[in-house]
């Protein structure tokens, strides 16, 4: 198993497979230009790999605020299927939260659809409270 960050186009549109089972996204082409975009704002990409291949990705970013001081959000986390109970989604927590500590983050944060909760039992497994409900609104 190997952890690293997706920078390259190449490596981006290969973590395309794994994202899609948890974004609607169109084809490859518009998730790079979406990644790329995001990338201006801190977004990062990483991805747990088996024999060269994406198995498992978290998109994350670097933010501050008042509640929370810096810390790091994870946008997206998401295993193949086949690729689930196997060891890799606590692996990139980890590797996030290592990452996170190293450039002075003091927490790791998520939001996770109500719906979605096998990922839930997941979360809290790791380690992970429910500390907050959030709220949104079309506009």
Same mark, same amino acid.
């Given at each position: 198993?190997?952890?690293?960050?997706?920078? !390259?186009?190449e490596d981006i549109v290969a973590c395309?497979?794994?994202?899609?089972?948890?974004?609607?996204?169109?084809?490859?082409?518009?998730?790079?230009?979406?990644?790329?975009?995001?990338?201006?704002? =801190?977004?990062?990409?990483?991805?747990v790999r088996e024999d060269g291949e994406?198995?498992?990705?978290?998109?994350?970013?670097?933010?501050?605020?008042?509640?929370?001081?810096?810390?790091?959000?994870?946008?997206?986390?998401?295993?193949?299927?086949?690729?689930?109970?196997?060891?890799? =989604? !606590?692996a990139l927590l980890e590797w996030l939260?290592?990452?996170?500590?190293? #450039?002075?983050?003091? #927490?790791?944060?998520?939001?996770? =659809?109500?719906?979605?909760?096998?990922?839930?039992?997941?979360?809290?497994?790791? =380690?992970?409270?429910?500390?907050?409900?959030?709220?949104?609104?079309?506009?």
């Amino acid at each position: 198993m190997q952890i690293d960050l997706a920078e !390259s186009d190449e490596d981006i549109v290969a973590c395309f497979p794994v994202m899609g089972h948890l974004r609607d996204l169109a084809n490859a082409e518009t998730f790079l230009q979406r990644v790329r975009s995001q990338e201006r704002a =801190g977004y990062r990409l990483a991805a747990v790999r088996e024999d060269g291949e994406p198995v498992a990705v978290a998109g994350f970013r670097f933010t501050e605020n008042l509640a929370w001081g810096r810390h790091l959000y994870v946008d997206d986390l998401v295993a193949l299927p086949e690729a689930r109970s196997r060891g890799y =989604g !606590s692996a990139l927590l980890e590797w996030l939260a290592e990452f996170g500590r190293k #450039q002075g983050a003091g #927490q790791l944060h998520l939001d996770s =659809g109500n719906h979605r909760t096998d990922a839930h039992r997941f979360y809290r497994r790791e =380690g992970l409270e429910a500390s907050s409900l959030h709220f949104h609104r079309l506009l």
